[in-house]
């Protein structure tokens, strides 16, 4: 156990102690008449001091004996707080997420609810593992991310030093947060053409921050139309409005899908210069036009707007559908439920994956269903549901 669990450890340990110690000496039962000896009840054990001695235990490394101290306690109390979370840590310390899983799952016995308190600290040995393994790189930044987020110093400390060493997707993950150094290190690098706008821009524009926001409003004059999107894709993230006039100017870019982002960012700044392009898109042929134009249109639900989309939740195209489903969720949740599980069951795994992935974004506060995804999904997959658990529960 780390110095960091013992020291919140060791208070209850004391104060354990201090209660024990202010405690009358137990006396024997009286004797009830025609009562045989052998029929009273023994003291009840003092549970308190059985579960601090389980953390002391465990933080000596003794896990197997913490355990049983925990697994002592629950036989009598079987839904106390303070002796599941000593059983859940011992397990964790034991076998790591999976072993950690299986007693949550054990601890919560037929109850309809979750515990948040312990599938939070499920989540964090999740992303623990995940941040420590360096087959899925990918996996590995988003762990240290979430576990940075929430206050992990150890992570912070690690996403730091990977910076320094040049590690540009260290950069992009202290960038989402705000951080000053990591974004005037992306800014330098694309300004320096050695680091891809693409990538770095959706995490620098995460927080609304002057760099950004004038690397972005340059890049629209870029001749590469991915730069230009990349930079219409952060100002609409940050809502900066002072780039509405460049905006309303790329209305006439001889890329289609550069006039089609335009339009979208500037209603997403509540200026309608582009709305009749996306009304026109929204009558296109094709559904993933007409999904662009779902989505473009996001921020008013009005009637015809559902009927459009629950239209795209049947298109044949399963990316369709499940960007449809994304739409749906919070006005129709049981047809957008409905369309997922449809894409679940698919015979092909990237639409599965697919459907897992859309699953991801409408089941952030349902704690059983991202519980389920950190068993099932893929590793990168998992470490987001493990993500939205810590948000879930702050």
């Not at 629209?220 to 990349?230: F, I, K, N, Q, V």
């Not at 969720?329 to 997922?340: G, H, N, R, T």
């Amino acid at each position: 156990m780390s110095a960091r669990t013992l020291a919140l450890v060791l208070p209850l340990l004391f104060a354990a102690a201090r209660t024990h110690a202010q405690q009358p000496p137990t006396q024997p039962p009286a004797q009830p008449p025609g009562v045989p000896p052998a029929a009273i009840n023994p003291a009840k054990p003092n549970d308190t001091m059985l579960i601090a001695q389980g953390w002391l235990l465990l933080a000596q490394g003794g896990a197997q004996a913490a355990a049983e101290r925990a697994r002592d306690v629950l036989t009598r109390s079987p839904h106390s707080p303070a002796a599941s979370a000593l059983a859940l840590e011992a397990e964790i310390a034991r076998g790591g997420f999976d072993a950690g899983l299986a007693e949550y799952v054990r601890l919560l016995g037929a109850r309809a609810f979750e515990e948040p308190l312990l599938l939070r600290r499920i989540s964090q040995a999740l992303l623990r593992e995940a941040a420590a393994q360096t087959a899925d790189p990918g996996a590995r930044m988003t762990a240290l991310r979430a576990l940075a987020a929430n206050g992990d110093d150890a992570a912070r400390g690690e996403l730091a030093n990977a910076m320094t060493s040049g590690n540009d997707a260290a950069a992009r993950v202290l960038a989402e947060s705000g951080n000053a150094d990591a974004i005037a290190r992306l800014a330098a690098g694309i300004s320096a053409r050695i680091v891809d706008p693409v990538s770095a821009l959706p995490s620098m524009s995460k927080t609304r921050n002057a760099p950004t926001m004038a690397l972005a409003m340059k890049l629209l004059d870029d001749p590469r139309s991915e730069m230009r999107g990349a930079a219409i894709a952060a100002l609409a993230q940050m809502r900066a409005k002072e780039a509405v006039p460049n905006l309303r100017a790329l209305l006439k870019d001889d890329r289609p899908f550069i006039r089609i982002d335009a339009a979208t960012a500037l209603l997403r700044m509540g200026d309608e210069s582009g709305l009749p392009l996306i009304q026109e898109l929204a009558g296109s042929e094709s559904a993933q036009a007409r999904l662009d134009a779902a989505d473009a249109l996001s921020d008013r639900k009005d009637a015809a707007w559902i009927e459009m989309v629950r239209r795209l939740a049947t298109a044949s195209e399963p990316e369709v559908r499940a960007g449809a489903a994304r739409l749906l969720a919070p006005v129709d949740p049981q047809l957008a439920e409905s369309v997922i599980n449809g894409l679940q069951n698919d015979p092909n795994p990237a639409v599965r994956s697919l459907a897992a992935a859309a699953t991801l974004d409408f089941v952030s506060f349902d704690l059983r269903r991202l519980r389920g995804l950190m068993h099932t999904a893929s590793l990168e997959q998992r470490v987001v549901a493990a993500e939205r658990v810590l948000t879930a529960t702050r």
